[in-house]
C-alpha cells in the first residue's frame, strides 16, 4: 500500500478517492476527531473539554463559520476531508454523509480532539499487542460510573476504551501512554471493570467484545466518545462529528504529541 | 509572618484584612491572573488562550455568571477574593477597586490564567536567584515581535517576563520551568533581546528595570500581561482583570502543576 502524508491522505478523501476508515491511512500523521456544534453552544462544549481533558483533548477549534483548523492542518477544510460525517439532530443520529459542503453554515464551530490512535501506535511500536487490531475489529468501549465535570447544557458519565494487556507490559502501557496527554494520557483504570462501574467486560457498550488471552488484565482509557455521549443527552438541534473509524487526518506527527 | 493556606488567604481578603500584593500571602499554593469578560466574547477569549497556551495558561474557567472556580477553589469568590481589581472600559483601565460586588453581571465568564508566581518558587527553592525579589521590585516585562495567533476579535504581541539568571544556572532554571507548562512553561528565548524585538532591556514596557550581575544573561518567559494587551486592543466595553501583583489564590498546590 502506498505511503501518504497527512496533506496527501486528506486530498485522496476530499476527491472520494478513499472512502473506508483511516486508520491505516498516512501512518504516523495524528487523527483526529470532530466535533461541529452550533455557535451558541460552543463556549459550554469548549469548557466542557477543558473541564474533562483526559476524554476530550483539544487539538485545534475553529473560530466561528470556519473550515480549516489552522493549528494542525492549514491545508485542510473539514467540510470534505473527512472519508464520513455523522448528523445529529436533537440527540439523535440521522444520516450519515461523506460531505458537509451543503450543510456548512457560517454558524458552526469545529473542534478536533486526539484520537487514541496516536498512543496505540507508539503501544505497538513498543512491543504492546493491541488485541482489536490483532482482531480487526473496534475497540471494545463502555460507559463508566464516572461522572464527567458538566459544562453549562453538557454532562456525562465517562466513556472508556478497553485493551487487554499482559500482565508484565501494563507499567510500560501506563509509561508510553502517560507522554501523550494530547490523546487520552495514562489508563484511568488498570485491572477491575466493576470498579468503574462495568458489569460485563463482555458486553462493551460500543465497539465489539475482544479476547483476553492467558496473564493479560484489561486496561481503559478515556475514550473520545464521551463528548459524542454528552452531545447526545444535550439534544442540541443539529451536530456533526466524524463517523467512527473514519477521522480527519491532521498535519501533526504523532511524535510532536509528546510531553516535551 | 502567619502562614495561610488558599482558602484561609482568600477569606483574610474578603474580609480586607489584607489590600497588598499577594505573591508573600499562602507560600506555595497556586496564584492566577484573572480575566472576566462578557459572555459574548468568551469563545473568542478562549480561543485565543488556546491558541497561545504559553502566554495564556488556562487553569480555570467558569460557567456564564459563576464566580466560584470550581477546579481551583471551590470555596471562592471571585467577586471579593482579591485584594485589587482594575476596570476596564473600551481598552482603557478607569478605575482600581477592591472588590466587583456591585458590579457583577450574570453575563460575565471569568478566566483564571497561570502565572510566574509558581515557577519563580521553583527556581528560588533549587537556588536561582530571581533579581527582582532580590530587589523588592515588579519584574520587567517587555513587548516583543512575536505575533500571538489571532483567535476572533483578539490579536496582538506576546508580552515576556526577563529575569535574569547566572550563565551556569540557564539550563537548571530552563529544566525546571518546562516542568510547569500550566504557568508559562520553559523559556521562549534565552540571551539575545534584540532577537525578539526588545531595544533596550534597561527600559521594560511594564514593570521595573533590575540589575544584572557579572556573568548573568537574559533569560524570557511569556507574560500572563499578554491577554491583558490583547483585551485592551479588542476595545471591549467591560473587562475586569487582577491588579498588577494582586492574584486570586487557589486551592492548588505548586506541586501540582507540575507535569506527571
Given amino acids: 500500500m502506498e505511503i501518504y502524508n497527512g496533506k496527501a491522505a486528506r486530498k485522496l478523501i476530499r476527491e472520494n478517492k478513499w472512502m473506508g476508515p483511516t486508520p491505516s491511512l498516512a501512518p504516523g500523521f495524528t487523527q483526529a476527531n470532530l466535533v461541529i456544534v452550533p455557535y451558541k ?12 481533558p483526559k ?19 492549514a491545508t485542510g477544510d473539514l467540510r470534505k476531508d473527512l472519508p464520513k460525517y455523522r448528523i445529529y439532530k436533537n440527540g439523535l443520529l440521522t444520516e450519515e454523509v461523506s460531505n458537509i459542503v451543503n450543510l456548512w453554515n457560517n454558524d458552526f ?6 484520537c487514541s490512535f496516536t498512543f496505540e501506535n507508539a503501544l505497538m511500536t513498543a512491543g504492546i499487542p493491541i488485541r482489536h487490531i490483532e482482531e480487526n475489529k473496534n475497540v471494545p468501549m463502555y460507559i463508566t ?17 478497553m485493551r487487554p494487556i499482559p500482565r508484565n507490559m501494563v ?5 508510553i501512554t502517560s507522554q501523550f496527554p494530547k490523546v487520552h494520557g495514562a489508563p484511568i483504570h488498570v485491572g477491575s471493570p466493576e470498579e468503574i462501574g462495568i458489569v460485563d ?3 462493551p457498550d460500543y465497539g465489539d467484545r475482544v479476547t483476553f488471552k492467558g ?11 464521551t463528548p459524542q455521549v454528552a452531545i447526545m443527552r444535550a439534544k442540541l438541534e443539529l451536530v456533526i462529528t466524524h463517523s467512527p ?10 511524535e510532536e504529541l509528546k510531553k516535551l
Fill in 55 to 73: 476524554p476530550c483533548p483539544v487539538l485545534d477549534v475553529c473560530e466561528r463559520g470556519e473550515y480549516t483548523p489552522i493549528l494542525t492542518a
Fill in 171 to 175: 507499567d510500560k502501557a501506563k509509561e
Fill in 109 to 114: 464551530v469545529s473542534f478536533l480532539l486526539g
Fill in 215 to 225: 496473564d493479560e488484565v484489561p486496561v481503559f482509557w478515556a475514550c473520545g466518545v
Fill in 201 to 203: 467486560i463482555n458486553s
Fill in 145 to 161: 460510573n464516572i461522572n464527567c465535570l458538566p459544562a453549562g447544557i453538557f454532562s456525562g458519565n465517562m466513556v472508556v476504551s
Fill in 245 to 254: 473509524g473514519h477521522m480527519f487526518i491532521t498535519d501533526l506527527k504523532d
Fill in 41 to 52: 453552544y460552543a463556549f459550554d462544549f469548549f469548557l466542557f473539554c477543558q473541564r474533562n
